[in-house]
């Protein structure tokens, strides 16, 4: 079974920089996907961003420009670099995997494998 493990959050200022870390232990799936969702008090998780064996990227719009995924394949990590954060990002922020590769747009209900999450503030 895959089991996601999120670290990285933490407190920024807006402008700021942060970089999430997702490690999948125990995958070594041909096709998998990996998305980040982040869910802010009161309102519904939404996908983010994904990427998947295949080297496909999909970004939400709400942070199209501003973050980047990437993936080290060799040590099963997922990255989410996060650049000019803004106090509408402070959100916990979730790992997920599936086995197969990633659709547009990223929806909750194709994810398998969860992490507990990891809390970003960002603050004015």
């Known amino acids: 079974q895959v089991q996601p493990v999120e670290s990285g959050g933490g407190s920024v200022q807006a402008g700021g920089s942060l970089r999430l870390s997702c490690a999948a232990s125990?995958?070594?799936?041909?096709?998998?996907?990996v998305g980040w969702f982040r869910q802010a008090p009161g309102k519904e998780r939404e996908g983010i961003a994904s990427?998947?064996?295949?080297?496909?990227?999909i970004y939400a719009n709400s942070v199209k420009g501003r973050f980047t995924i990437s993936q080290d394949s060799a040590h099963r990590t997922v990255y989410l670099q996060m650049d000019s954060l803004k106090p509408e990002d402070t959100a916990m922020y979730y790992c997920?995997?599936?086995?197969?590769?990633?659709?547009?747009?990223?929806?909750?209900?194709?994810?398998?494998?969860w992490g507990q999450g990891t809390h970003v503030t960002v603050s004015s």
């Open positions: 997920a995997a599936e086995l197969g590769r990633c659709a547009s747009p990223i929806r909750l209900a194709d994810f398998d494998y």
């Open positions: 125990r995958y070594s799936y041909t096709f998998y996907c």
């Open positions: 990427i998947d064996s295949g080297g496909r990227i």
